[in-house]
Every structure is written in structure tokens, then in C-alpha cells.
């Protein structure tokens, strides 16, 4: 039967009918049917017997008439059942019509799911309806949720109970998701005929989602916001409670209202007796808009509140609506404020940088402690002077020109000013403008901070100073390598040399000279390298007597002809374990910071002696601790230290002199060397007598007096045998080092290679033709230098002895040799002895490394 059947429609409309009121039309429609069937078929059976009558001529005439009025009758009941029916056909096309057009999908499904009508809207909404419509209605609804489940629901209901109504999502074609109203109705007197109709509902679902959602905001705006909601009628008793009211009170919102609470049990204190119940405060003004302050009483806390209210009369009688406002952050923020403002006067008064408000003028309006201190006056002598009084003229117009654009531009203060002041000491600082905003009839001005860069500046022209000074000890460290070259040379050829003659013969003298010479150039290169701080760092047992017996030459011309050098040697002087560079470092700038107290003149005493402190010595924050010390004393009779200056003398950098004329790092270089030697170096001044700088050294103890024997590093004692055998590599790219070094070699009895580069001595190495027992080479030299030499030899040949000669340090040369293995080092200058007395010591026997 198709989806739009007529047949079914009235078929299905006299069923319809047949339930509601058209039953009575329906029984007298089946009626008429039924009687006009019997006339008709006793008119036919009259009819053909009266012709079988008539023609035998036995029917009477009264037959003839009963026949008539029989056929008459069932004429006009045929007449009506045809009117009946065209009626009924009439209202059947107008429901199947109605039907049609409903813009509800409708569809009536018979046995086992089939389709037994579905109108144009539903043949719209499931495409696929028509052939399987309940698999087509389940593929659109939405989710595998709550749609899902109420389907299931009506189709259970339905199946059951005849009917059901619910709401379901179904997927739209195109996406999204529609609301429809389902409703599922059984046909009576069709058994497994049911009636589905759907209505969209989409908007009408929206908009009630959307006033749900709006409910549900002001029911949390209610319970959740930051003040409290609540009404009371004329006794007292709560008829709302919004949940902020509830949780400062500590009960449940509905407990409130359910038990009956009233509004004065929770109020701390005394309620004024003409209050009424609904009112238990004194009210700010008369009317139906109240105020009042009161303290209400929760479970664990006192909570101040104001109240705002409005009483009403309603149909029920007298309530309140009221607004609660918990006073307590108010007060909490009073009281920070007020902490607030203590705090910033503290910052202000205490701040370590100076801050000042400056008025319209330019005149000082507040100023704290630190300007104070910055403009060396009290803040408060400050307050009513202009800023420019304390600026250098050639200064004070510019920065006054500065204050007035940003005072007019805010936007032109992109960068602080450097400024000078007058002040009792002479200082400098960066200075910070902003403008201070304020309304028109305010006096507005600048806020100022001021940064002292007193010690920056001072920070900035001392490493200047010492990048110069670093740039010096650079230079001084190369000079001292080509002098150490050469004069490496110059005493190897003398000592050649004076093994030709005797000390008797005329050149002797000569040739002794020029070695002693040399030697005295050794010395003072020594010495340079000592001032540029690149000396190697070997304590050393040795005596203070001996030392400053060495240095007194030097000293006697670095203090001047005007100046007198007193020395002084102590009886029975012990010994010290100190490195002999750096102790002459310390009595040379000991020396050369007396003479420049003494411009005038005066005298310089150095004076030795064993001391004994039996308890520990404090001067300043340095404390000596009881022991057995050698005392060195420097003695000068110049201007004196002032006191203000004698705990700062050991900083670096700190001079009191011209600029140019000091470094400001001699003192602090005596301090730390003295200190790294484990000593100490204190110190007395007065203004104008003179100063008197003691350095403390410790003694050996008895049990290293043995080792007190001061030998050269490398030298070799007096009537030792330096002759040798074995084969010798000898690399050194200065010619006339590596002559003197081969010959004197070659004169103990060792077999000497020679080389002039580290390229050719690897290739004589790697080519297997010589054994060789010791390999000597210089470490600075043109492409190839020692350290990459031995490196490249120590990979086929791990186990061969090296010595490095070199005119740098020790500890400069170590810092660019990449490995962990023994080495021996030789610096030069040496001597013919100590050369020979070095290979000796490295081939007889391992020992330890210098």
C-alpha cells in the first residue's frame, strides 16, 4: 500500500471516526448498506416471480403492489448510502489533505515496521523513511546520550501503554542538531498500527535553554556574590538567604530558612530596643530605605557588616529586601593603607638612593636621608633650596634646562643626567626625572632620584688603570722573553769562554764582567717579570738577610739620591720558606710608596728581626695568632696616613695620589702576597710622622732547618759530575742559544742533534735512524712549537724524556702543554752548569718535575 494510500486514509478516517463521535453516522451507514442489499435481492426475487406468475397467470394483483413498494424502498436506500458515502470520502480527502500539509512530520507504521502512511514532512525530514524508517529515525539521533536513551524510552512506553511523549535530538542533513517533540500514539482498533508525529521544536528548546541559563546565572549571582541578600518579615524570621550570607553566618542557607531563624540570633552585642525585628539597628534615616552597621556573630569569627534594606508590604504581610556588605576587607584595607603609607615613608626616608620632590620651581619640597647624605647636609636644611645651588656653574643651566622639558614634556626625560655636585667631598651621580601628575590646582612637580656614582666613576677609571697596567705586564713578559734569549746566549758563550783561560789571564776579568753584567740583566728581568705578575710562583727556604742584601742596590737607586736607605739586618735571622719574587715585590713597592711620602726627602729604614708573640694581635679586622715570626719593618719619615684612610689602604685601586701618579694596587698587591705566603702585614701611621708597615713572616720550625741550603733551580752543587753519555735532540730555532747549548753539551761528553724547528726534529724522530735518549726543546717557535712537538712525538714514542727550555714562565708555559704526564722545565737564562746539571738529572734518574 503506497505512503499516501486513499484506501488507507478512509479507511483509516472511518476507523478514526468510528472512535470519536462519527460512530452513530458509521453504524447508520452499515444499516442503510444493509437493508438496501435485502430489498434488492427480495425485489429480484418478487420480480421474477411475479413473471413467472403473470405468465402462468397465477399472481393476484395485490403481489404486484407489495413488489413495487419493496423495489421503491430499496431505491431510496440506495439513493442515501451513496450521499452517506461521498460525505464520508468528502471529509476523508480533507483529513489526508490536512494531513499532508501539517508542517509535523507524521508517519504510521503497521505490522513488523512497515510504513503505512508518511506524509510530505516526514518524507522531507528522513529521506530514507520510506523503506526502513525506524533505522533511518535511530541513524539521526544525536549522541549515544540522553536523545538516545529517551528514545529507547518512548518506544518502550508506546509498546506498553498505547502512548508516550518526549523531547529527542536528531542530526540536521547539513549538520547541527534539531529539537523535535515525539509523540507516539496506537491506533485503536488496528492492532500494530501506531501514529508517530514530530514537531520542531529548536527554538522554542533554545530559548528555554537560554532562560534556564539565565535562571541559573542569577541564582549564582545571588548565592555567590561578594555581598549578602536576605529578607525577613516583620518578625524577624528569614524568608531568603542568598549562600555568601549563609557561609559568613555558618549555616546552610535552607536550614536558615526552614528553621525559622531569626535575624537577631546571629547579632553580636546590643540591639537598641526600639529597633523592630526586621530593623535591629538604629537606623541612618527614616523611610522606606534604611542603613546601619552591626556586628553579626558566625561560627568562628565576628564579621562587621553593613546593611542596606528596603521594607515592603506584601499580600503576605511585611518584609525586607536587604543587601549586606561584609566591612571587614574595608577595615583590612584602612589598615594596609595606613601600614601602606608607614611603609612608604620608610622606604623613602630609608631608601639607599637619594629621592626628592622637587616643586614647580625647582626648589626642594621633600628630600630623605640618603640626598642628605649625598649633599653632605641634614634632608631637612635641604627643603626650600633650589637643586641648581648645588651643581657646579658649567652644569647648571643645562640640567635646570633639563627640569623645565620634562616638567613641560614628561615624553623628553628618555635618559638620566650625569651630574657633579658641591658637596664637603667632591661626588658625582645619575639623576632620574619624572614628573609628579597632578591635578591642575595642585602643585605638581618633579619626583627626582639620585644614584651616587661616586665609586663607579672612581671603579671606572681604575680599570682603566688596570688595563693599562695589564697592557705593561704583557710587554714587560714579552721583553723579558727576547732579553732571557739573549741573555741565555751571552752568558753560555762567557762560561764557554772562561773555560779557555784561567783566572790569572788578562781576559778573565774581562769576560767575568760581561757574565756578572749578564747576570745582573737576568736579575732585573727577573725582576720585571715579578712586577708584571708572571713570574713563576717557587717558595723557597732562604734568608731575609741574604735577599735585601741583594735588593739594596736596587732599592738605593729606585728611591732617589734625596732619600737615605737605612738597612738594618737582625742577629741570628731564622729562616723562611718564601718565594724570593715575590718577598723583593713586596720591599720594592714598600719602597717606591715611602718615596712618594718623602718628596721632600727623608729617610727609609728596613729593619729585621725574630719575634715572638705569645698572644694573638688584632689591628683592624686582621688578628694575628701567637707564634714564632720573622718581622720585616718598613720605616719611612713622610707625610703619614690620615686615619680616615688607614683601613682603606689595602683596597685595590685605593690612591691618594695625583691621577698619574699611582696605580693604587702596590699595597693591596703587599697585602696579598704577604697573606699567600701565610704571613701578615700590619700598619702605623699618624699624620705627619711618618709610617711603619710590619710584615710578619712565619719561621721554619728546627726540624727544617736542614733543607735551609738556598740552591738555584737547577743549579748544580759545587764539585758534582756533570759529564754524561747518550744521545741528545737539541731543538731551538734562536741560533746562537742553540750553539752555546750544544757545545757545552757536547763538552760534558753527550752525542748532541741539532734542530732548528719542531718540524725537522719530528721528521728525524719519526724516521727511526738516531735513538734518542733525551729530547730538549724550546717551547715558543714558528709553526711547530714544543708542546705540539712533544705531543706528536709521545704518540709513537711515549716513554722519551723531554726538558723545555723557554724564556716565558713556568706557569704561562704549563697552561698551554695539553697533558698530564712528568715534565722538566729549564728557564732561561741558565748557565752552563745548569744545563748540563738538568740533563744529567732527568737521564740518570726519573726525577720529580721542577
Excluded at 546571629?266 to 542603613?291: D, K, M, N
Excluded at 751571552?490 to 760581561?514: N, S, V
Excluded at 735518549?773 to 722519551?800: A, S
Aim: with cysteine; charged share 20%.
Amino acid at each position: 500500500m503506497a505512503l499516501s494510500s486513499p484506501a488507507f486514509i478512509a479507511d483509516a478516517g472511518a476507523q478514526a471516526s468510528t472512535a470519536g463521535g462519527g460512530s452513530t453516522l458509521r453504524r447508520w451507514i452499515n444499516g442503510l448498506g444493509l437493508l438496501t442489499a435485502v430489498l434488492s435481492a427480495a425485489a429480484l426475487i418478487v420480480g421474477l416471480a411475479t413473471l413467472s406468475g403473470i405468465s402462468q397467470g397465477l399472481i393476484f394483483w395485490p403481489a404486484s403492489m407489495l413488489l413495487a413498494g419493496m423495489a421503491l424502498l430499496a431505491g431510496v436506500a440506495s439513493v442515501v448510502a451513496n450521499r452517506v458515502h461521498d460525505v464520508l470520502a468528502r471529509r476523508v480527502d480533507v483529513l489526508a489533505h490536512a494531513l499532508e500539509a501539517s508542517p509535523n512530520a507524521h508517519l504510521i507504521l503497521g505490522p513488523r515496521d512497515s510504513v503505512a502512511y508518511a506524509n510530505a514532512a516526514f518524507r522531507a525530514l528522513f529521506p530514507d523513511g520510506e523503506i526502513t524508517p525506524l533505522p533511518a529515525i535511530q541513524s539521526r539521533i544525536a549522541g549515544e546520550g540522553q536523545s538516545a536513551a529517551e528514545f529507547s524510552r518512548l518506544r518502550e512506553e508506546a509498546s506498553g501503554r498505547g502512548r508516550a511523549h518526549g523531547r529527542v535530538a536528531l542530526r540536521g542533513a547539513a549538520g547541527g542538531t534539531a529539537w523535535f517533540n515525539l509523540a507516539i500514539h496506537s491506533l485503536p482498533g488496528r492492532p500494530g498500527y501506531s501514529l508517530w508525529s514530530f514537531e520542531d521544536v529548536t527554538a522554542r528548546h533554545e530559548m528555554e535553554h537560554v532562560i534556564r541559563d539565565e535562571q541559573m546565572k542569577l541564582a549564582d549571582f545571588l548565592d555567590n556574590a561578594p555581598v549578602g541578600f536576605y529578607s525577613v518579615d516583620s518578625d524577624g524570621r528569614f524568608l531568603f538567604v542568598n549562600q555568601a550570607l549563609a557561609d559568613w553566618l555558618g549555616r546552610p542557607a535552607s536550614a536558615l530558612v526552614e528553621e525559622g531563624a531569626r535575624l537577631t540570633d546571629f547579632i553580636a552585642g546590643e540591639v537598641p530596643a526600639e529597633s523592630p525585628p526586621h530593623t535591629p539597628f538604629a537606623a541612618a534615616e527614616p523611610g522606606p530605605l534604611q542603613r546601619g552597621e552591626l556586628a553579626l556573630r558566625g561560627r568562628d569569627r565576628i564579621v562587621q557588616v553593613s546593611i542596606t534594606q528596603t521594607v515592603v508590604q506584601t499580600g503576605d504581610g511585611l518584609r525586607t529586601r536587604s543587601v549586606v556588605r561584609d566591612l571587614t576587607p574595608e577595615r583590612e584595607w584602612e589598615e594596609a593603607l595606613r601600614q601602606s603609607r608607614q611603609r612608604f615613608q620608610r622606604f623613602f626616608a630609608d631608601a639607599p638612593v637619594g629621592v626628592a620632590l622637587l616643586d614647580r620651581e625647582g626648589r626642594f619640597d621633600e628630600a630623605n636621608r640618603a640626598l642628605g647624605r649625598l649633599f653632605g647636609l641634614p634632608p631637612a636644611d635641604l627643603i626650600g633650596r633650589s637643586l641648581v645651588d648645588f651643581l657646579p656653574e658649567s652644569e647648571a643651566k643645562p640640567v635646570a634646562r633639563r627640569l623645565a622639558e620634562a616638567a613641560a614634556n614628561p615624553q623628553s626625560m628618555t635618559a638620566p643626567i650625569e651630574v657633579r655636585l658641591k658637596s664637603p667631598r667632591e661626588r658625582s651621580a645619575t639623576l632620574f626625572v619624572s614628573r609628579l601628575d597632578a591635578p591642575e590646582e595642585a602643585r605638581g612637580g618633579l619626583i627626582l632620584h639620585f644614584i651616587d656614582t661616586t665609586e663607579q666613576k672612581s671603579l671606572e677609571t681604575q680599570f682603566a688603570q688596570s688595563q693599562k697596567m695589564q697592557a705593561i705586564g704583557q710587554l714587560a713578559g714579552g721583553v723579558a722573553h727576547d732579553f732571557n734569549n739573549l741573555l741565555t746566549a751571552m752568558i753560555g758563550f762567557c762560561e764557554l769562554l772562561l773555560l779557555r783561560f784561567r783566572p790569572g789571564d788578562p781576559p778573565f776579568a774581562d769576560i767575568m764582567q760581561i757574565k756578572q753584567n749578564a747576570n745582573r740583566a737576568a736579575n732585573l728581568v727577573r725582576q720585571l717579570l715579578a712586577f708584571s705578575r708572571q713570574q713563576t710562583l717557587q717558595p723557597k727556604v732562604l734568608s731575609i738577610t741574604d735577599v735585601l742584601s741583594e735588593l739594596s742596590h736596587l732599592l738605593t737607586r729606585l728611591i732617589g739620591e734625596n732619600i737615605e736607605l737605612k738597612v738594618v739586618h737582625g742577629r741570628d735571622l731564622e729562616l723562611i720558606k718564601v718565594d724570593q719574587g715575590q718577598l723583593e715585590q713586596v720591599i720594592i713597592n714598600l719602597a717606591v710608596n715611602a718615596r712618594d711620602a718623602m718628596a721632600g726627602g727623608g729617610t727609609l729604614t728596613i729593619r729585621t728581626s725574630n719575634i715572638t708573640t705569645t698572644a694573638s694581635v688584632r689591628r683592624g679586622h686582621e688578628v694575628m695568632p701567637a707564634g714564632d715570626y720573622v718581622l720585616v719593618e718598613v720605616i719611612d719619615t713622610g707625610v703619614g696616613i690620615p686615619g680616615e684612610n688607614l683601613e682603606r689602604i689595602f683596597e685595590p685601586f685605593f690612591s691618594t695620589k695625583e691621577v698619574g701618579s699611582g696605580t693604587g694596587l702596590g699595597l693591596s698587591t703587599v697585602y696579598g702576597i704577604v697573606r699567600q705566603t701565610g704571613g701578615f702585614v700590619l700598619v702605623e701611621s699618624e699624620p705627619g710622622r711618618g709610617a711603619t708597615f710590619s710584615i710578619y713572616l712565619p719561621r721554619l720550625a728546627a726540624a727544617d732547618v736542614a733543607a735551609a741550603q738556598r740552591v738555584e733551580p737547577g743549579e748544580a752543587p759545587q764539585g758534582r759530575d756533570l759529564t754524561g753519555a747518550g744521545t741528545l735532540l737539541l731543538v731551538e730555532d734562536e741560533d746562537p742559544v742553540r750553539l752555546f747549548s750544544a757545545r757545552a753539551l757536547r763538552n760534558k761528553g753527550y752525542r748532541v742533534i741539532e734542530a732548528k724547528s719542531g718540524e725537522a726534529a719530528l721528521e728525524l724522530i719519526t724516521s727511526g735512524k738516531e735513538s734518542i735518549d733525551l729530547l730538549i726543546t724550546d717551547v715558543v717557535m714558528p709553526r711547530m712549537d714544543g708542546p705540539t712537538l712533544v705531543k706528536r712525538v709521545r704518540e709513537t714514542h711515549p716513554e722519551m724524556k723531554v726538558i723545555f727550555i723557554s724564556g716565558y714562565t713556568e706557569d704561562a708555559f704549563r697552561k698551554r702543554l695539553d697533558t698530564d704526564t712528568e715534565i722538566h722545565f729549564l728557564p732561561k737564562p741558565f748557565s752552563l752548569k745548569q744545563l748540563a746539571g738538568k740533563v744529567k738529572e732527568v737521564i740518570v734518574a726519573e726525577a720529580p718535575a721542577t
